[in-house]
T-cell receptor
Framework: DSGVTQTPKHLITATGQRVTLRCSPRSGDLSVYWYQQSLDQGLQFLIQYYNGEERAKGNILERFSAQQFPDLHSELNLSSLELGDSALYFC???????????FGQGTRLTVV | AQSVTQLGSHVSVSEGALVLLRCNYSSSVPPYLFWYVQYPNQGLQLLLKYTTGATLVKGINGFEAEFKKSETSFHLTKPSAHMSDAAEYFCAVSRMDSSYKLIFGSGTRLLVRP
């Protein structure tokens, strides 16, 4: 158990819909990263938050957004969903100044 | 820009044989390097990491990797494969000046034959 909790584990939704994925980082970790894993793109960095503020952005679509709350949990919002958004979404957390990231179990999103 | 290349999308070894998974990186500044393992329907688990210091890094489950700057490589090895090592392995690079985000290779699936 990495200490990073992601909910839900599985999500099935229709095209055009909006979903929210939730991540609770390890106790004490200020940094949260979101990654997308798909068969065609592999593991792609989406976005990072550090202590409530956006720190870095990767290949994140405009239809996607994220935030980190004062209690440090984070949410990834995916809207106007398309079939191609079906993927495994991972959250990872790390301590500030430490490079090691711990991953959650992921949320498997299926868009039908 | 950073990038990671993992040679071989699939590697098959016999139980008890040497495991060698190859990783080459590209980075204009000294990188931090990682190997993660992913078992079916699981998240990624850190096997080992190189940041600074000793270039031979030992990790969990008997794995080790050597950072070779001249070859820009960080290959993962294990002297004797176990059936339980069957999984997908990802090499990743990060840098302090890019918020430590991980850039992953495409992964290598390790198959262990009895």
């Amino acid at each position: 158990d990495s200490g990073v909790t992601q909910t839900p584990k599985h999500l099935i939704t229709a095209t055009g819909q909006r979903v929210t994925l939730r991540c609770s980082p390890r106790s004490g970790d200020l940094s949260v990263y979101w990654y997308q894993q798909s068969l065609d793109q592999g593991l792609q960095f989406l976005i990072q938050y550090y202590n409530g503020e956006e720190r870095a952005k990767g290949n994140i679509l405009e239809r996607f957004s994220a935030q980190q709350f004062p209690d440090l949990h984070s949410e990834l919002n995916l809207s106007s969903l398309e079939l191609g958004d079906s993927a495994l979404y991972f959250c990872a957390s790390s301590v500030s100044g430490v490079t090691e990231a711990f991953f959650g179990q992921g949320t498997r999103l299926t868009v039908v | 820009a950073q990038s990671v290349t993992q040679l071989g999308s699939h590697v098959s070894v016999s139980e008890g044989a040497l495991v060698l998974l190859r990783c080459n990186y590209s980075s204009s500044v000294p990188p931090y390097l990682f190997w993660y393992v992913q078992y079916p329907n699981q998240g990624l688990q850190l096997l080992l990491k190189y940041t600074t210091g000793a270039t031979l890094v030992k990790g969990i489950n008997g794995f080790e990797a050597e950072f070779k700057k001249s070859e820009t490589s960080f290959h993962l090895t294990k002297p004797s494969a176990h059936m339980s090592d069957a999984a997908e392995y990802f090499c990743a690079v990060s840098r302090m000046d890019s918020s430590y985000k991980l850039i992953f290779g495409s992964g290598t699936r390790l198959l262990v034959r009895p």
